[in-house]
């Protein structure tokens, strides 16, 4: 069975609903507090996908993720290493990463997005919104055809909740900028009604450079968004529904940001079986 | 020596929060500043050297893709001439210091203190415009901080760009004191009075001397000397006595003897305590009604922190809500993020404890924005308290990850000098804990007491009493504090943990009156508790053992825990990072027993403790007020509905709504604005209780203060009325209507009034405000007990005035009922906008003549006599009559009628959707006039839409009670016909406008 690891502690609160969305993609998910992978009770490599999910780690102080890849990046664990190094090495095995919102966040300033060169350095950063205010809102969402990643699989757009207040991702250069667009490492943009990508407000609820919304890694391997895929479980959390079910006769209930835990999960059961 | 670093954005960055702050300067102070550059500060106290601040400051506090960063130096600029830095007054929480901390700590590998404050942070904000030191000083304290917290720092640069500014450090200086002082109370009358008001114990003159008595009581001297204690009491039990007596923690008034005389009908009447006779009575009656009928679903009300209910199987609901006015006034920030937090740990020490919170919720009554009367002494302006309480239920819930899913905001005049902040949450708890009642609270003599969580200071002193007494401008600044969320938040994760693994054999939560409240309370249990003030975690030296006792600080829950869970409980702690400390034990001495090392701080008899406290009499006294209603010109429905849509208190609260997560955990499935384009305001909220099935709960809020200007007791039973039928419009049922059907209704009742105690000169109409509130009472016990839905928790604040200057500004008598309700199929649920062109469209339930206190006399500035009046028979049939269209699903859409009428609701049903809607006011059937039907707010009806197949069918089950007044139309256009003349035909996109524009925050 395919095993997801969903992190939690010091303010990260979104661990229930992603460890429901693994279950509901028929992975086993088990939901642990950082600091016992930090004192080794948990090992990261017993796992296929490791999962870092929103909330307000440290409460958004210095700035958002930063405390908490903080500690994963310098805090020395009994054996004597860091976490960032036993992540390095989750990687090269081949392994699987998501991050949403906060998750997200930990993702860039830990420099596992976009990670260009392979340096795990940070070379974006996600910004206060222009707004200047955390807002919650549902966004159109579209997936770039020319991504490449096994979560994206067959999804071209999405409606997801976005809820929060640093979200602008912004690129350290030009440069950087360029590569992204090259290696169509930004797999998700802001929409408006219409589908196309869009800058302005409120569709693009932060201001995100080249519209962004999320980022995979060049190898696929790493995934992180700022909406919340695990927050779309049922149908019945879309704001619409109501008016769906009215006027659709083939009414599905199943939420569409289950599909990126399908495609995950689905994926890694392909290549172990 | 102190280091220091300073971030401040790269010139390419755009500065958001300095464009925020240059823009409210100008729109709420008319102050120009020119740009504005924000900046962080963090003074550090560590000794480091210069190399490791250097790289502590590049790889943990910079962001390298936005900062620049400055490091022992202070930003210097030939551009901004003015500046403002706000740092935290010493012993403030200061959230950003403490993970400064955090990160240091990592970072360089070391054991530290991180629980004492060595990293300080504050804000820098710099004007390009040279603004003179008055106008930075408004600026300050409008819209960046509050003297009662913040240190200000402000000036500017001289004629080469530097800014001579030395950073604050907010450091506390104290030394360890264990001073344990004697209090004489051997006083006259009047030196009594004085002495209750100089230790602000808000005890009366009768209280005082009952105080007196016991201790002048010879078992007591002789029990005294044999502890080698003197016959005076000593300054810890005095403070005890004024917290666990204060109107806060006792209820003195609503457990009152109150003579009533209703002057309009003759009646005279003597009342032995409203709590009894109401709200304990109310729920008595509703109990036996559902047992009788095998409806069990009722487990504990009012016997602890929060009402509980059967859920499911398997799990219980708890609910609680709480008001946090006075400190609100104060520092609205804090008021409310310690309101929310605060209520949050209720359900958190119900019974055993651990409950996991599933929503919150906000009722906020402010004065308008544009308030432009002078501001009194200490009186806020209410723009400032609505901002900073907005701000504080957003952090409260969002950084706790905890939705916010439905709320109210009423606005009027009268809550200009403290605003109304209620706070709800409801949480989910286990049914038991590996086979142990979850609800229940067993403590035995031996058991140990531990506190978890957030460290004592001198935060929040005397809160409990202070919230008993009118606000004036020498209200202590100790009862002031910040919450914080991180730190709650870790809390609440070990106490979920730790209940689950069954080392928590109860808790409860340390709220007003801090330990001496909680654990004087859990002591009943036992018959006693031991307790070491020595051991008590501190922020800082230099807090007295009474201070330590009574502090409110935040975060922080008491628990009883046996001995053998003692060492797996505090190896839970450690892995979790918080800190758990063990403070004493209980038992069965009959005494609560205070030390400080060997010092003998307190020996309080647990009787007197809580039984000592005489019974107050009060006086109420009715009189009719002489109403009649105005004779208004009506004909430009047009102007009249847009002014209605874009008036305080029916306009959109997007811009506030946006600012709560209303969806973490992902259960949320009738969210406050819902449809095409999410917009669509909602009746109530919806929520599944888990992943694994779409049984869930329904909440909404009734409260309706303007109506009691005319008519108390309708305003009760309206504000009842209100919040019911907001839950059967998203489809909800009512309890009781047949045998186990496990509907769970619970509710909480919540009492706001302004000081009703008669006195000659102070307080002439006090008697007429204590009649009022008894009246409501009354609403509450007919509505509730003929619907069978039960009070299970609730509150009340009875002095809700403002006094300054000579000038007392008073709430309204306010009462807000806060209910949930059992949902067995979410799916099933009916949102309020309309779906599609052709669907046919009815109102439910009859309109009277009944304008009386509308939104409509309001904006003609009349209060009118016609106030309206619940016809609870009628309501009732309706409702059932509801529940069964939802049954065969014949309901599309529905909307409950409320403030502003008929064309108000068809205008919330169009708006957010990309249809409009015609409406011929000849199908009501009425010979009212056409202004009535269109905008009195008449209770007990519905605005909804029906397929055309099912017309038939949703008029068998409605029996006459279904208007047919007109269809959903493709033409996005409200149109009202009175017969053959069009008397309104308006484009939605027009009146969405007028919605959306009303409140600008």
């Known amino acids: 069975m395919v095993k997801a690891l969903v992190i939690t502690g010091f303010g990260i609160n979104c661990e229930e609903e992603m460890s429901a969305a693994f279950e509901l993609a028929g992975a086993k998910a088990t939901i642990v507090h950082l600091n016992e992978i930090l004192q080794e009770d948990v090992s990261i490599h017993d796992f296929d996908i490791l999962s870092f999910p929103g909330g307000f780690s440290f409460g958004d102080d210095l700035a958002s993720g930063k405390v908490m890849a903080n500690k994963i990046k310098y805090k020395r664990l009994p054996s004597g290493g860091v976490l960032i190094d036993e992540i390095k090495l989750f990687l090269s095995n081949g392994h699987f990463i998501i991050g949403v919102c906060n998750g997200f966040q930990m993702l860039v300033r830990m420099g596992l997005l976009p990670n260009l060169g392979l340096q795990f350095e940070p070379q974006a950063t996600l910004s206060n919104n222009n707004s200047a205010k955390f807002e919650d809102r549902w966004v159109k969402c579209l997936v770039n055809p020319k991504s490449k990643s096994p979560f994206l699989k067959g999804v071209s757009h999405i409606d997801l909740p976005a809820r929060h207040g640093e979200g602008k991702l912004i690129f350290i250069d030009e440069e950087v900028k360029e590569q992204i667009e090259q290696g169509a490492l930004n797999c998700m943009s802001y929409c408006s009604p219409d589908g196309t990508p869009t800058d302005e407000y409120p569709y693009n609820p932060n201001g995100a450079e080249l519209n962004c919304a999320g980022l995979i890694s060049t190898d696929g391997q790493v995934f992180g968004l700022m909406p919340h895929p695990e927050a779309f479980l049922s149908k019945y959390n879309h704001p619409n529904w109501a008016n769906m079910k009215r006027n659709s006769d083939s009414f599905n209930e199943e939420g569409d940001g289950l599909v990126f835990f399908k495609n995950i999960v689905e994926h890694i059961q392909t290549k172990t079986t | ?639 009249i509905l847009k002014d209605l849509l874009g008036s305080l208190n029916i306009c959109s609260r997007e811009s506030i709504i946006r600012q709560y997560d209303h969806e973490v955990k992902g259960r949320t499935i009738i969210k406050p604005l819902m449809g095409e384009r999410g917009t669509s305001p909602q009746d109530a909220a919806v929520m599944r209780f888990g992943f694994d099935s779409f049984e869930g709960v329904a909440v909404s809020n009734g409260i309706l203060p303007r109506y009691g200007d005319i008519d108390a007791y309708e305003m009760s039973a309206g504000a009842f009325d209100e919040a019911v039928r907001q839950i059967i419009s998203v489809g909800g049922t009512l309890p009781n209507l047949s045998a186990n059907d496990g509907v769970f209704w619970s509710v909480n009742d919540n009492f706001c009034v302004p000081d009703s105690e008669f006195h000659p000169e102070n307080n002439p109409d006090g008697k007429m405000k204590l009649a009022k509130l008894v009246q409501m009472c009354q609403g509450l016990y007919d509505m509730a007990t003929y619907f069978d839905i039960p009070l299970t928790s609730g509150k009340d604040s009875m002095k809700n005035d403002f006094k300054a200057e000579g000038v007392k500004i008073s709430v309204p008598p306010t009462i807000l009922y806060s209910m949930t309700a059992k949902v067995n199929d979410v799916r099933n649920t009916i949102t309020s906008d309309f779906k599609k062109a052709g669907d046919i469209v009815y109102q439910l339930g009859e309109t009277y003549n009944e304008l009386g206190a509308s939104e409509l006399y309001k904006l003609f500035g009349v209060l009118g006599a016609n106030v309206p009046v619940v016809r609870k028979e009628k309501a009732k049939e309706l409702y059932i009559s509801c529940t069964n269209a939802n049954k065969d699903r014949l309901i599309l859409s529905s909307h409950d009628m409320s403030d502003g009428g008929l064309v108000v609701t068809l205008a919330e049903s169009c708006i957010g959707t990309s249809l409009g809607v015609d409406i011929d006011l000849k199908g009501l059937n009425s010979q009212l006039d056409d202004a009535t039907l269109m905008y009195a707010e008449s209770h007990s009806r519905f605005i909804v839409s029906v397929s055309p197949e099912n017309v038939a069918a949703f008029e068998a089950v409605m029996k006459n009670r279904a208007y047919k007044i007109g269809v959903v139309t493709q033409t996005p256009s409200l149109v009202i016909r009175s017969g053959g003349t069009t008397i309104l035909n308006v484009a939605v996109s027009e009146l969405e406008e007028s919605w959306k524009n009303g409140l600008v925050l």
Request: net charge negative; proline share 4%.
């Open chain 2, 1 to 639: 020596m102190n280091s220091s670093i300073q971030l401040v954005l790269k010139p390419h960055i755009k500065d958001v929060k300095g464009i925020r702050v240059q823009k409210q300067c100008l729109d709420q102070l008319g102050i120009e500043t020119g740009a504005v550059k924000s900046s962080s500060f963090f003074l550090i106290d560590y000794p480091a050297s210069e190399d490791a601040i250097h790289s502590y400051a590049k790889d943990c506090i910079l962001d390298i893709v936005t900062d620049e960063v400055l490091v022992n130096e202070i930003y210097q600029s030939t551009i901004y001439k003015s500046f403002i830095a706000v740092a935290q007054l010493p012993g403030v929480t200061d959230d950003e210091g403490i993970s400064a901390q955090m990160a240091w700590v990592d970072y360089f590998n070391k054991e530290a203190d991180v629980n004492t404050q060595h990293i300080f942070s504050q804000k820098v904000y710099y004007f390009e415009n040279h603004i003179p030191e008055e106008a930075l000083q408004k600026i300050a304290v409008r819209l960046l901080g509050n003297p009662l917290i913040n240190k200000f720092s402000i000036g500017h640069s001289d004629n080469s760009g530097i800014f001579n500014w030395e950073p604050y450090m907010p450091k506390v200086i104290m030394t360890a004191d264990d001073t344990v002082n004697l209090i004489n109370i051997d006083l006259s009358d009047d030196a009594l009075v004085k002495l209750s008001k100089e230790m602000v114990l808000a005890l009366n003159l009768q209280e005082m001397k009952a105080i007196v008595d016991h201790y002048n009581d010879p078992s007591i001297i002789a029990d005294r000397e044999q502890k080698g204690l003197s016959k005076q009491p000593t300054d810890c039990e005095m403070e005890i006595l004024g917290q666990t007596w204060s109107e806060h923690c006792k209820h003195k008034e609503f457990n009152a003897i109150i003579h009533y005389k209703n002057k309009e009908t003759g009646e005279e009447i003597t009342i032995n305590s409203l709590f009894k006779t109401f709200i304990k009575g109310t729920t008595s009656v509703v109990q036996s009604s559902l047992e009788e009928n095998k409806n069990d679903w009722l487990v504990k009300v009012f016997s602890d922190n929060a009402g509980v209910v059967k859920a499911t199987d398997d799990r219980l609901f708890v609910w609680k809500v709480e008001t946090h006015n006075s400190p609100s006034a104060l520092d609205p920030y804090g008021g409310a993020i310690t309101g929310i937090l605060g209520n949050n740990r209720d359900p958190l020490g119900t019974g055993v404890g651990g409950g996991k919170l599933l929503f919150n919720t906000n009722v906020l009554c402010f004065g308008p924005p544009s308030y432009d009367k002078p501001l009194l002494k200490g009186q806020l302006h209410p723009r400032q308290i609505m901002e900073g309480v907005v701000s504080g239920i957003e952090d409260g819930g969002n950084k706790s990850g905890v939705p916010t899913v439905n709320g109210s905001i009423v606005f009027d005049e009268r809550y200009s000098g403290k605003p109304l902040v209620y706070c709800g949450t409801g949480a989910l708890m286990p049914y038991d804990y590996n086979g142990k009642a979850s609800w229940e609270k067993p403590i035995d003599h031996g058991d140990r007491i531990l506190v978890v969580g957030g460290r004592v200071g001198k935060d929040g002193i005397h809160g409990a009493t202070f919230s008993s007494i009118e606000i004036d401008e020498h209200s202590p600044s100790s009862a002031v504090q910040i919450g914080s969320p991180i730190t709650q938040k870790k809390v609440s994760d070990f106490m979920v943990k730790a209940c689950a693994l069954g080392l928590v054999k109860c808790s409860t939560d340390n709220g007003a009156g801090g330990l001496s409240s909680s654990i004087g309370e859990l002591a009943t249990i036992s018959g006693g508790a031991i307790v070491q003030l020595d051991r008590v975690p501190l922020k800082y030296a230099g807090l007295k053992p009474w201070e330590i006792f009574v502090s409110e600080s935040q975060e922080r829950m008491s628990l009883v825990i046996e001995q053998d869970c003692v060492e797996p409980l505090m190896n839970l702690a450690k892995d979790m990072e918080v800190e758990l400390t063990d403070i004493g034990s209980f038992t069965n001495s009959g005494y609560l027993d205070v030390r400080f090392g060997t010092k003998q701080v307190a020996y309080l008899q647990m009787d007197f403790l809580h039984e000592g406290v005489p019974q107050k009499i009060m006086y109420a006294e009715w009189e009719k007020p002489v109403l009649k209603e105005p004779k208004l010109h009506i004909d430009n429905h047009e102007s």
